[in-house]
C-alpha cells in the first residue's frame, strides 16, 4: 500500500509489505514439486506431465545440456514451436542449468532470430535440438551425435550449477527506436519476487491450487508469458498450451478455454473481447495487460465469484509492476504497486507532481532488469535525485495519481502497445525506409491496426515491399501498407502521426456488397476485387476475428478458420453464399431401430435386477417369520441384510458401487442406441430404482449419494434432486437445486445415447422441474427459472428462463449467504428417513387385519385400514408443520424451512401411496383437510402443494402433475409465499404456479406452461416463458360440466369408489409374493427364496400388467376421438383403468421394464401401434389406442403422449402419431392431434402444440417447439 503521508501531497506509492526473500526460479519449482509431486504440472493435449514427472523430464534435458557444455551463466537461446510441451520444459532446464534463456517466436523471421541471439551472445539454442555457438553466433545445424561438441576454451571459473538469485533468469528483447531491438535482462531476484507478490495478490481467499488449469496462450518472446508460466507452478496448478494456430485465430480460443477446464487466464483485452463472456464461466482469474482495458470490458467480464485484475508493468521492470482489482464500476486503473517495487508520477523536472495530477510513471524497486546496452540502460535507469532512488526506470507512460491508484494517460514518446505488444514506432519506421523505392515512410496505429504510410518512387513494388517486410520484422510489428503523397510534419519538422490520413484514401466498398463493407469497416480500405486477399491487405489474426464477428451477424456459423482458409474477398463471398442460415433446422438423418440383441440383453439383466427387489422383500418376510411364525433364519443375517439392503447408507453405497462399477470412466459424447453404454446406464437407472432410491430422493442423502457417484458437491450446496447416474455432475460451493430438477445428464436422441457432464458453479440456483441437458454449464450465481430447459453455457451472475432458457437479465442475489448447521443436516437426514417409512406402518396396519381377520376377503378390508392410517398420519403431519409457517424468507437450515420442505415430502408421498384420492370428487376435501383453501366445484387431480400457502377459487380445475407455491432455494434461503388460483381459472397438465403469483379469474395457464408474474383476468397463457394467447370458450351443456345433478354426483362417485380395486389387487400382489418367498425360505432355505426372489416378483408383474389391460378393455374398450364432458361415465371409467395403470401396473411392471422391448408389448395390448426396435421411456399414454409409434422411435423419459386435453371441462381426444425414428426428448409432451415427422427430433422439455405437424427430418426445441438451431 502507498505511504498515507505522502499520498497526501506527492504522488508517489511504495509498497507496503517489503519484497519476498531472495530466491530463485527453480527454488519456487522444487518447492512446489515436494508439495505437489501427483498433480498435473504441463499439457498439450498431446503429452502432459505431472510435477514429479515434469522435474525428472527437466533434469534429463537440463544434464544434456551441461554435457553439451552449458555452464551456470551461460545464455541460451530458444526458439521451440510455441503450444509444445518441448518449449517448457526447454525453459526450465535452461534454468536449471544455471542458464538464462533467450526466447524467439518460432515463427519469427530467422534474420530477426540470427540477431537477438548475436545480441544476446547465447552460449547455444535449442529448437529441435541443442545447437552449440561460438563468440555469439549461432551454429551450423548439429545432428543430435554432433551435439556434446563445444566450441572454445571455457574460463575455469565457468562451473555447472544450480543460479543463484543475482544470476538472470531470462533475456526478452522489445522493440528499439533505433531499429534494432533492446535486450531486457531479468534475474532470478527480479523474477522470483514478481512470482510471489503476485502469489499474495491475487485470489487470498481461495488461492490457485491442484485442480487448476492455466492457460499458456502467449509467445514466449512475450514477458506475459511469465506470468502463464509462473501462475501455475508457483501454485501447484496445471499449466495448458493452447495450439498456435488456434491463438492467432483469437475468437475461437474462447470455446477451447471452456472444453480444456481452463481456470485462469491472462490476456490482453483485445483478445478477451473477442470471446463469449459465457466462455469464462468456469474462469475465476482473469488478469488483463499489455494494453489499455476499455471500461465496457471490465463491467462485461466482472463479475462474482470471479477476480479480475487489470496490471500495468514494462518488461523492464519484470513484467509486472502495478494491479489494480475491477470490479466493472469507476474508471480502470492500473492500480497499486506490488509487494517490493515503488512508484513515482513524475513532472517534466523530475519532481513528484501532486496527487490528482498527471506525469510520467517511473519505476523503482525490487522489480528493475538492465539492458544488455550500458548506455541504454544508464539512460534508462538513471537515478531520480528528488525521491533518492540510485536507480529508477523511465516508463514514458503518462498516468493520472489518485490515491486509489494510477489511471494511464497515455504515451509520452512514441512507443504504443498493439496486440499486448510494447512496439516503438522507429522500428517499423526504419524497416519502412530501407524498403527499395521508398523517399519517406511513417508508422501509425489506427484503433487495432499497424499502418505503414509510403512515400515512394517509380521503381517501387508494393508486392516486394510486402515479402521484405515479412522477412525482416515479426508479424505482429508488420503494417498494412498505404502509399500517401506526403508525410504531414509539425513546425518542428518532425512527422505529424495524428494527421496521417485514416480512413485510408479509395477506402468507400465497391463491389462485393455486404461482406465488403464489412472488410472495409474493419481494414479502413475496401478490396480492390474479388481477388483481393485479406492478409495481403493488412489484416491479421486479431482483424480477422473483428470481421468474422462482424459477418455472424447475417452468418452465425462462420469461423476465423473459413477464413483463413478463404482469405480472398471472391472465396470468402462464395463461402458465405453457400453457409446461408437453413429453413429446416438440421440435417436429416436415418435412426436405426433399436437392436433385437439389446432388447434380449435387457429381457436377461431384468432377472438379476428383480432379484434385487426380492432379497429386500426376503428380509421383511425372513424378519416377519422370526418375529411371527417359525423362524427361518439368524437374526444376525437379517440385521445385515436390512443394514444393507432397507437401511439408506446401504443403499445409497450399493447403487453408487454398482454404478461405479459399470460407468467408471464415462466420458460425454454420443454413444450408439442398445450398445454396451446403453445397457449400462440403463442397468445401473433400474438398480438404483430397484433398491428404491427415489423414496431417500431428498436432502441431505442426496448430496452424500451424489458424492458417492464421483460427482463434485461443494460445501453448503442444497441439493433437493437426483444426482445423474454417471456421477458426472459438479455442483459448486453454495449451489441450490430446487425438487423434481432432471440432472440425468443423458438422453436418448434417436439410436443415440446423449451423456454429458452437468456444471452448476457456487452459489447458482436451478429452479423446480428444470430439465439441464449434457454439457450444460450454469456460471456462478447464475439463476435458472423453475420449468426451465437449459443447452449449453449461462454465464455468471445473470438469470434465465424457459424453454429453452433464455436471458432475462441480472440475478437477484440475497446479499449474505445463511448460516448453516450440522445439527440442521442431522434433522433433515432422520426426517427423510421417517418420512420414507410412512409406508410401513400403513403397510404393518393392513398386515394386522389380514392376520386378525384371517381370511383372503379381509384384503379389501386391509387395503381400506393401510390407506386410512397412511392419510391419516400425513394429515396429522401436515397440520402440524403448517403451525407458525408463514410467507417469507428463511435459511434452509432453520425451523420454517424444515417445516416447508418437509410438507412438501409429505404432499408427494401422499400422491404416490393415497392415489386414488386424487382427480375425484374426494380430492378437494382431502386437501381442504390439509389446510390448503378450496372453493366450491373445484376440480383438482394429482396437485402437488404446500397446502397452508395455496388458494383455490371456486370453481377452478387443476389438470395432472400441477405444482403449485413451491418452496424457492437461492444461496442457502428458502423463500416461501402463497399462490392463489382465481374462480374457473384453468392450470393445465404439468402447469406451475410459482410462490407468490396468482392465476387469475376465468384465466388459463396451458400444458407444461408458467404463470405470468401478472395477468389479466381472463387472460390465457402457453410456454415457458409464458406467451399470451387469445382463446375461444366452449359451449355446452352446463349440467355435464360445471353444474351437474346431484344423481350424475352420486354415479361419479359409485365409480371411483370402484378404484380400491387395483389398490386391493395391489397388496393381493404384495401378500402373495411375500407367501411365495416365504414357504420356499421355510421349505428350502432363505438362500433359495433370496434366489427365487427375481423370477416371482416377475411373474407377479406379468399378473399385474396382464389385470390392467384387461381393466381397460373391459371398462372402456376401444378407445375413439371425440369430446366428452367432464361429468360423462367415459371420464370417469377412464380415470378407473388410470388408476389400474398407476396403482397396479406401473409399480409392478411398467417402470421396471421402462425402455425395453417387454414394455413395448404391454403397451400394445393397452391398443397403442408401437413399431419395431422403438425406445419408450414412458408408460404415460392416457388414452393408448390413440397412440402410434414407428419403427425405431424413442420416448425418452418424463414424456407424455397427451391424447386428451379438457378445455371449459370438456374432455378433447385425439391421436398422438411419432414416425419411424422420430424422437421426443425427455419430459416433452405431444398434445392431441400432432404428429411428428418420421426422424425428426423433438428436444427435452418441449411442448408440440395440438394439431401441429412437425415436418419429417428436422430438429425443434422449445415449449412451444421452434427450429433447433
Known sequence: ????????????????????????????????????????????????????????????????????????????????????????????????????????????????????????????????????????????????????????????????????????????????????????????????????AEAGLFLPGRPLGPGDRVLAGLSVAFDASCEEMWLAWRHGACLVAAPRS??????????????????AVSTVPTLAA???????????????????????????????????????????????????????EGPVRIGLPLDGWDLAVVDAQGEPVEMGGTGELIIGGVGLARYLDPAKDAEKYAPLPSLGWERAYRSGDLVRAEPEGLVFAGRADEQIKLGGRRIELGEVDAALSALPGVAGAAAAVRGQLLVGYLVTGDDFDLAEARELLHDSLPAALVPRLAVVEELPTRTSGKIDRDALPWPLPGSQPGAGGWP????????????????????????????????????????????????????????????????????????????????????????????????????????????????????????????????????????????????????????????????????????????????????????????????????QVGEDADLHSPPPITGLLRLG?????????????????????????????????????????????????????????????????????????????????????????RLWVGVYALSAVGLSLLPVAAAATGLAVLLAMGSWWALPVATVAGMAVFALVTLVSVRLLSICLHPGQYPVHSRPAWQAWATGRLMASA???????????????????????????????????????TSVGDGAFLADDTMVAPYELDGGWMRIAEARIGKRAFLGNSGMTAAGRKVPKDGLVGVLSATPKKAKSGSSYLGMPPVELRRTNETGDRSRTYDPPWRLKAARALVESLRLLPATCTVALAVLSAGALLQLAQAYGVAVAALAGGPVLLAAGAVAAATASLAKWALLGR???????????????????????????????????????????????????????????????????????????????????????????????????????????????????????????????????????????????????????
Not at 482473469?286 to 508493468?313: H, K, S
Not at 470468402?572 to 439389446?598: D, H, I, K, Q
Not at 428383480?610 to 440385521?639: C, D
Not at 458453479?761 to 456460471?779: E, F, M, Q, Y
Open 1119 to 1269: 378407445i375413439a376421438r371425440g369430446d366428452r364432458p367432464l361429468w360423462s361415465s367415459f371420464v370417469w371409467r377412464n380415470e378407473l383403468a388410470d388408476n389400474f395403470v398407476e396403482v397396479l401396473a406401473a409399480p409392478w411392471f411398467a417402470e421396471p421394464w421402462l425402455g425395453s422391448a417387454p414394455l413395448n408389448v404391454w403397451l400394445r395390448s393397452l391398443g397403442a401401434s408401437i413399431g419395431h426396435g422403438v425406445s419408450c421411456h414412458t408408460y404415460w399414454l392416457p388414452e393408448a389406442d390413440l397412440v402410434s409409434l414407428g419403427d425405431g422411435a424413442c420416448v425418452n423419459r418424463g414424456c407424455v403422449l397427451q391424447t386428451h386435453l379438457f378445455h371449459d371441462r370438456v374432455m378433447s381426444i385425439d391421436t398422438v402419431d411419432l414416425g419411424a425414428g422420430a424422437t421426443l426428448g425427455p419430459h416433452g409432451v405431444v398434445l392431441p392431434a400432432a404428429r411428428i415427422g418420421a426422424h425428426t427430433t423433438v428436444g427435452p422439455a418441449s411442448l408440440v402444440m395440438r394439431g401441429e405437424d412437425v415436418p419429417e427430418g428436422t430438429r425443434w426445441f422449445g415449449n412451444p417447439i421452434s427450429p433447433w438451431r
Open 911 to 949: 400422491r404416490v401411496w393415497l392415489f386414488p384420492l386424487y382427480a375425484s370428487i374426494l380430492t378437494p376435501a382431502w386437501l381442504r383437510a390439509l389446510g390448503m383453501r378450496v372453493g366450491r366445484d373445484v376440480e383438482l387431480s394429482t396437485v402437488l402443494a404446500l397446502p397452508s400457502m
Open 516 to 711: 465488403a463493407e464489412q472488410w472495409t469497416a474493419v481494414l479502413g480500405v475496401a478490396p480492390e476485387g474479388p481477388d483481393s486477399d485479406f492478409f495481403t491487405e493488412g489484416g491479421g489474426s486479431l482483424s480477422a476475428a473483428r470481421l468474422v464477428s462482424a459477418l455472424r451477424a447475417r452468418y452465425p456459423e462462420v469461423t476465423v478458420a473459413d477464413l483463413y482458409e478463404h482469405s480472398t474477398l471472391g472465396g470468402l463471398t462464395a463461402l458465405l453464399e453457400r453457409s446461408s442460415p437453413r429453413a429446416a433446422t438440421g440435417e436429416a438423418r436415418r435412426v436405426r431401430p433399436m437392436p433385437n440383441s439389446a432388447s434380449i440383453a435387457q429381457v436377461a439383466l431384468m432377472v438379476p435386477l428383480m432379484t434385487v427387489s426380492g432379497l429386500r422383500l426376503t428380509v421383511v418376510v425372513a424378519a416377519l417369520a422370526n418375529l411371527l411364525w417359525t423362524p427361518v433364519t439368524s437374526w444376525w443375517w437379517i440385521a445385515a441384510g436390512a443394514l444393507l439392503l432397507l437401511s439408506p447408507p446401504g443403499r445409497l453405497a450399493l447403487s453408487a458401487g454398482c454404478a461405479r462399477l459399470l460407468l467408471g470412466g464415462l466420458r460425454p459424447g454420443a454413444y450408439p442406441r442398445g450398445g454396451a453404454v446403453h445397457l449400462k446406464l440403463w442397468f445401473a437407472d433400474q438398480f438404483a430404482a430397484r433398491l428404491g432410491l427415489p423414496d431417500l430422493g431428498s436432502a441431505p442423502w442426496m448430496s452424500w449419494y451424489a458424492r458417492l457417484l464421483g460427482a
Open 246 to 263: 488456434l491463438v492467432r485465430t483469437g475468437m475461437d480460443l474462447g470455446p477451447w478455454l471452456v472444453a480444456h477446464g481452463i481456470t
Open 274 to 328: 473477442l470471446w463469449p463472456a459465457e466462455t469464462l464461466d468456469d474462469v475465476r482469474l482473469l488478469i488483463f495487460g499489455g494494453e489499455a482495458c476499455p471500461p465496457e470490458l471490465a463491467a462485461r467480464l466482472a463479475v462474482e465469484g470471479r477476480e479480475v485484475w487489470n496490471t500495468y508493468g514494462p518488461t523492464e521492470a519484470t513484467v509486472v509492476a502495478s494491479a489494480a482489482l475491477m470490479t466493472g
Open 733 to 821: 460451493r453454495g449451489a441450490s437445486v430446487e425438487p423434481e430438477v432432471d440432472l440425468s445428464g443423458v438422453w436418448y436422441d434417436g439410436d443415440l445415447v446423449r451423456v454429458g457432464e452437468i456444471r452448476i458453479g457456487a452459489g447458482a440456483t436451478v429452479g423446480s422441474r428444470s430439465t439441464l441437458l449434457p454439457g450444460t454449464k450454469i456460471g456462478k450465481y447464475a439463476q435458472v427459472a423453475p420449468g426451465s430447459a437449459v443447452e449449453g453455457a449461462i454465464p455468471a451472475g445473470t438469470r434465465w428462463a424457459g424453454a429453452p432458457a433464455a436471458r432475462l437479465g441480472k440475478a437477484r442475489r440475497t446479499e449474505e449467504r445463511a448460516a448453516r448447521s
Open 1 to 196: 500500500m502507498a505511504d498515507p503521508q505522502e499520498l497526501a501531497i506527492r504522488a508517489v506509492y511504495t509498497s507496503g509489505p517489503a519484497a519476498a526473500p531472495p530466491r530463485t526460479l527453480l527454488d519456487i519449482f522444487q518447492a512446489t514439486v515436494a508439495r505437489h509431486p501427483g498433480a498435473p504440472a504441463l499439457d498439450d493435449g498431446a503429452a502432459s506431465f505431472t510435477y514429479a514427472e515434469l522435474s525428472a523430464e527437466v533434469e534429463r534435458v537440463a544434464a544434456e545440456l551441461v554435457e553439451a557444455g552449458v555452464r551456470r551463466g551461460d545464455r541460451v537461446g530458444v526458439r521451440v514451436p510455441s503450444g509444445t510441451t518441448e518449449l517448457y520444459v526447454t525453459i526450465l532446464a535452461v534454468l536449471t542449468a544455471g542458464a538464462a534463456y533467450v526466447p524467439v517466436d518460432a515463427d519469427d523471421p530467422e534474420e530477426r532470430a540470427e540477431l537477438v541471439f548475436a545480441e544476446a551472445g547465447v552460449k547455444a539454442v535449442v529448437t529441435d535440438k541443442i545447437t552449440l555457438a561460438d563468440n555469439g553466433t549461432p551454429a551450423d545445424s548439429a545432428t543430435p551425435a554432433d551435439r556434446l561438441t563445444v566450441s572454445g576454451e571455457r574460463p575455469a571459473e565457468a562451473l555447472a550449477g544450480p543460479p543463484s538469485p543475482a544470476d538472470d533468469a531470462w533475456i526478452i528483447f522489445t522493440s528499439g527506436s533505433t531499429g534494432r531491438p533492446k535486450g531486457v535482462a531479468v534475474t532470478h531476484r527480479s523474477a522470483a519476487a514478481f512470482v510471489d
